[in-house]
């Protein structure tokens, strides 16, 4: 394939959004919208230049950590896209093949659509415009077409009344031959409604000096440009419509799909079954045959084969889950490896610790890893039997088929086979509870309830 160059421009200020954040850095997915266009252009191994506004440090730290190789360039003067283009030079000038350019702001392109336009260029396209038809077409540059070719494109201020009636309208995303871009990039001019240097206009002059331009039609869906918090929330919803019929066409049941939510690195096995209002956060890898019941939240985790988790369960902070673990309602594990076969039936915390295989985690178990300053570890062994409420004091070692006493808060390490009791020993009072009765009521009485 010849070699590509994309350009990403991210200079905009996104006022829109009403944020202190610029908006390329709103996650969808749980990922910055500008580091899911990084991601698509990354899968065909492109070159990476990223065009930001001059106070963007915060961009540029997000995109080299994306991307190191990525140039940056910066936009001091917002004077439309084709000055922003030629903040690029540097790189453009020394692409040896195809150059493309895309938004920052636009997170749900498709690796599809780069495809098409690839393959457009490669067959002798100079130029390929990608089109799409919005419901509302409104402020949206329109593609004068003539058969397979674009004649110009007309932005919706500067068209016509009979222009404004064609609802193919521009995404701004256009594909170059390299030399074609540096070809017109400084023919562009400003004489138009709003005094800017537009990219489009690239099309006439294009077309003037008898290159070919091409389009080809993407789908509305995956051009959504986020530039405030409906368009964000409208670019989340489609990716989280995106990434549901993924999982489902690659054998995972979703119980309830629209109360599923996806990050965008989420990594499901075949024949996992999701009950409704599950989170996935980013980070999660999930196997085989594993069943997640409704109410999870997971992120940073990965889960093995077989296993069951929830209702009503958090599991993140690097969590490692093994084959056949069973994590039930409201266990909460954190920063912790747990073996295969075992399990945590209900109402636990389990964080900074290592739990073997085949150990039984009793109801109300609270592994106490931090003492106000530090966070210590709790290593407990295969087939150990922990008893219900009790409380381990990090750092502790319980050893291999040892027992710990319900109610016991474990302080020093359990040797293996070992029977550890740490709770006061019970007294029994005969025929004291009815004279605790009688001094409960006089003191209800008192109050005159």
């Given at each position: 394939?010849?070699?590509?160059?994309?350009?990403?421009?991210?200079?905009?200020?996104?006022?829109?959004?009403?944020?202190?954040?610029?908006?390329?850095?709103?996650?969808?997915?749980?990922?910055?919208?500008?580091?899911?266009?990084?991601?698509?252009?990354?899968?065909?191994?492109?070159?990476?230049?990223?065009?930001?506004?001059?106070?963007?440090?915060?961009?540029?730290?997000?995109?080299t950590r994306f991307e190191a190789s990525a140039q940056?360039?910066?936009?001091?003067?917002?004077?439309?896209?084709?000055?922003?283009?030629?903040?690029?030079?540097?790189?453009?000038?020394?692409?040896?093949?195809?150059?493309?350019?895309?938004?920052?702001?636009?997170?749900?392109?498709?690796?599809?659509?780069?495809?098409?336009?690839?393959?457009?260029?490669?067959?002798?396209?100079?130029?390929?415009?990608?089109?799409?038809?919005?419901?509302?077409p409104t402020g949206y540059g329109r593609l004068l077409?003539?058969?397979?070719?674009?004649?110009?494109?007309?932005?919706?201020?500067?068209?016509?009344?009979?222009?404004?009636?064609?609802?193919?309208?521009?995404?701004?995303?256009?594909?170059?031959?390299?030399?074609?871009?540096?070809?017109?990039?400084?023919?562009?001019?400003?004489?138009?409604?709003?005094?800017?240097?537009?990219?489009?206009?690239?099309?006439?002059?294009?077309?003037?000096?008898?290159?070919?331009?091409?389009?080809?039609?993407?789908?509305?869906?995956?051009?959504?440009?986020?530039?405030?918090?409906?368009?964000?929330?409208?670019?989340?919803?489609?990716?989280?419509?995106?990434?549901?019929?993924?999982?489902?066409?690659?054998?995972?049941?979703?119980?309830?799909?629209?109360?599923?939510?996806?990050?965008?690195?989420?990594?499901?096995?075949?024949?996992?079954?999701?009950?409704?209002?599950?989170?996935?956060?980013?980070?999660?890898?999930?196997?085989?045959?594993?069943?997640?019941?409704?109410?999870?939240?997971?992120?940073?985790?990965?889960?093995?084969?077989?296993?069951?988790?929830?209702?009503?369960?958090?599991?993140?902070?690097?969590?490692?889950?093994?084959?056949?673990?069973?994590?039930?309602?409201?266990?909460?594990?954190?920063?912790?490896?747990?073996?295969?076969?075992?399990?945590?039936?209900?109402?636990?915390?389990?964080?900074?610790?290592?739990?073997?295989?085949?150990?039984?985690?009793?109801?109300?178990?609270?592994?106490?890893n931090y003492d106000g300053t530090n966070k210590d570890?709790?290593?407990?062994?295969?087939?150990?039997?922990?008893?219900?409420?009790?409380?381990?004091?990090?750092?502790?070692?319980?050893?291999?088929?040892?027992?710990?006493?319900?109610?016991?808060?474990?302080?020093?390490?359990?040797?293996?086979?070992?029977?550890?009791?740490?709770?006061?020993?019970?007294?029994?009072?005969?025929?004291?509870?009815?004279?605790?009765?009688?001094?409960?009521?006089?003191?209800?009485?008192?109050?005159?309830?």
């Amino acid at each position: 394939m010849t070699e590509l160059l994309s350009i990403i421009l991210a200079a905009g200020e996104g006022t829109r959004m009403k944020s202190a954040l610029p908006k390329v850095l709103h996650p969808v997915g749980g990922l910055p919208v500008v580091s899911h266009v990084l991601r698509t252009v990354q899968s065909f191994g492109s070159q990476v230049a990223v065009v930001i506004g001059p106070s963007h440090e915060a961009v540029e730290a997000a995109v080299t950590r994306f991307e190191a190789s990525a140039q940056i360039s910066k936009q001091v003067d917002r004077l439309g896209t084709a000055h922003a283009v030629q903040q690029a030079r540097a790189a453009y000038d020394a692409a040896p093949g195809h150059v493309l350019v895309l938004y920052a702001d636009t997170p749900l392109v498709t690796a599809g659509t780069i495809s098409q336009i690839v393959e457009k260029l490669d067959a002798g396209a100079d130029m390929v415009v990608v089109g799409f038809r919005p419901d509302n077409p409104t402020g949206y540059g329109r593609l004068l077409t003539d058969g397979g070719r674009v004649r110009a494109i007309r932005e919706h201020k500067d068209a016509s009344d009979e222009e404004r009636l064609i609802d193919l309208c521009n995404s701004g995303i256009i594909g170059f031959r390299g030399d074609t871009l540096r070809g017109v990039i400084d023919r562009i001019g400003n004489q138009n409604s709003k005094g800017e240097y537009y990219l489009t206009d690239a099309v006439e002059l294009a077309n003037g000096d008898g290159k070919r331009v091409d389009f080809i039609e993407a789908d509305a869906r995956e051009l959504v440009g986020v530039d405030n918090r409906e368009k964000l929330a409208e670019a989340e919803a489609t990716f989280q419509a995106f990434k549901r019929k993924e999982a489902m066409d690659n054998g995972v049941t979703l119980r309830d799909p629209h109360s599923v939510w996806f990050s965008w690195d989420t990594e499901l096995g075949r024949d996992v079954t999701v009950f409704p209002n599950v989170v996935f956060g980013p980070g999660v890898r999930i196997a085989d045959n594993v069943e997640i019941r409704a109410f999870c939240d997971i992120e940073d985790a990965v889960i093995g084969e077989g296993a069951s988790i929830g209702p009503f369960a958090r599991i993140r902070g690097g969590a490692e889950l093994g084959r056949d673990v069973h994590l039930g309602n409201f266990v909460e594990v954190k920063k912790s490896k747990i073996g295969a076969g075992t399990k945590a039936g209900h109402l636990s915390y389990l964080g900074d610790a290592e739990i073997g295989s085949k150990t039984n985690i009793g109801a109300g178990t609270i592994t106490c890893n931090y003492d106000g300053t530090n966070k210590d570890k709790t290593v407990i062994g295969d087939s150990v039997f922990i008893g219900s409420n009790a409380s381990l004091v990090a750092p502790v070692t319980i050893g291999d088929r040892a027992y710990t006493a319900s109610g016991s808060v474990i302080t020093e390490d359990v040797p293996a086979d070992a029977l550890a009791l740490g709770r006061a020993r019970q007294v029994n009072k005969p025929g004291y509870a009815p004279q605790l009765r009688e001094r409960a009521l006089a003191k209800k009485a008192a109050k005159g309830k």
